[in-house]
């Protein structure tokens, strides 16, 4: 007979082997060594649409759509530098990229342009944020302050010394879908708020309940609370007329303050990338940690974080390359597992917002910000017509004929 003892080891074996296996599942790992990726270091990520990807790396930018890898680089085309920090791209799908040392390179899928200080107000050229309101306008976050030009190509800077701007470095940029808004993280500046263009606040620690003067990463929910990645003092949330929390060493039991990220899920709950400590999941009050000790991920600083339509997280590390996960296959997550059975699409959607569902669905109801019930106009199989919605964030209710119902926050960006 079999010593129970040895008999016991054995079944905690296979049983903590079946749970590595099966949270394994859940990422996928791109590096230089399986990959078309330019470097290991992944510093910005934007979705052209639901097969394209753009990746910007400390050595070039990357291009993956439908399983293939396209590279851009000095040597092969007119990109201006091959250290890329931020990417946006437009209504026309043209590619505003950041780079570190020459400005800005925008591509049509064609020809590429470079706006530079040489040739161009831009007032700096490392840039290192981008991002496009819905006037098409290019909103650039540099090392000497904030740049936008219009759609007709007209240029305006903030800085310092003309405006209620904190710092000159720009660390982020975060347009707000509802009402346009810009908010602007900077680095030991605090965070500008731009209302219709003209209107500029500052919050800062002397004059708000921000932690934080350097604040990284910036999204939102649907009730319009915002939230803010900081290096020093965790996560921040501005409440939408309440004031702010702070989840840091203190208050929470996050395990670091230095944060480098931030992006909701569907479900309104902060995904957060750290400086030390991998990536982060906010379920409820409780933080899940993710690091190299208990997930596949190969490095624990996390520099940029991005939300797919389909709900993966597409997450650039500093020498790990990119991950992409799927949190409906993590276990442990209870907020998530309504995921996998319904799915919407696209998310922003502009005309036709696509419905997937396990269930036959009973009853679908949609609020706006504001929290006024949406006449919908009936689904045609399995599509709805928002056309006529205004741009912003709505929340839908959706029932299965079982009685189960699936919260979810939408984005229509026409």
């Not at 470095?169 to 346009?180: F, K």
């Not at 690091?291 to 500093?318: E, Y």
Request: net charge negative.
């Amino acid at each position: 007979m079999k010593n129970p003892f040895q008999y016991f080891l054995f079944l905690i074996f296979i049983f903590q082997g079946t749970t590595s296996s099966a949270q394994s599942i859940a990422w996928t790992q791109f590096d230089m060594s399986n990959s078309g990726l330019p470097n290991n270091s992944v510093r910005c990520i934007a979705f052209e649409n639901d097969s394209t990807a753009w990746i910007g790396t400390d050595f070039g930018l990357a291009k993956f759509s439908n399983g293939n890898w396209t590279i851009f680089n000095t040597s092969n085309s007119g990109i201006g530098n091959n250290d890329i920090r931020s990417i946006a791209i437009d209504t026309n799908h043209v590619k505003w990229i950041g780079t570190f040392a020459n400005g800005i390179s925008v591509f049509n899928d064609t020809t590429w342009t470079i706006y530079n200080t040489f040739n161009s107000s831009l007032p700096d050229d490392y840039v290192r944020s981008l991002a496009i309101d819905q006037n098409n306008t290019k909103w650039i976050g540099t090392l000497g302050g904030l740049a936008k030009i219009d759609s007709v190509n007209n240029w305006n800077v903030y800085t310092m010394w003309n405006s209620v701007l904190g710092s000159n470095n720009i660390a982020c940029i975060y347009v707000n879908p509802n009402t346009d808004d810009k908010w602007v993280g900077t680095v030991n500046g605090g965070v500008l708020l731009i209302e219709k263009d003209t209107n500029l606040t500052s919050f800062t620690i002397q004059n708000s309940g921000i932690p934080d003067n350097t604040v990284l990463g910036i999204d939102m929910d649907v009730n319009q609370n915002f939230y803010l990645a900081t290096p020093g003092n965790g996560l921040a949330v501005k409440l939408n007329g309440f004031g702010w929390l702070t989840y840091n060493l203190v208050s929470s039991n996050i395990p670091t303050a230095s944060l480098t990220s931030v992006a909701l899920d569907a479900m309104d709950q902060p995904w957060v990338g750290t400086n030390t400590h991998g990536l982060l999941y906010k379920n409820g009050s409780n933080f899940v940690q993710y690091d190299t000790s208990n997930s596949p991920l190969t490095d624990n600083i996390i520099q940029t974080l991005c939300m797919a339509h389909d709900q993966k997280l597409w997450i650039g590390t500093q020498t790990g390359g990119l991950f992409i996960l799927d949190p409906s296959l993590l276990t442990g997550l209870p907020s998530l597992t309504v995921a996998p059975s319904l799915i919407l699409y696209p998310n922003p959607c502009s005309d036709y917002l696509f419905i997937k569902s396990v269930q036959p669905l009973q009853k679908i109801e949609m609020w706006d910000v504001r929290g006024s019930l949406i006449s919908l106009p009936e689904m045609m199989k399995n599509k709805i017509d928002v056309q006529a919605l205004a741009n912003g964030i709505y929340q839908m209710r959706l029932t299965e004929e079982s009685g189960k119902t699936h919260l979810k926050k939408i984005i229509v960006n026409h």
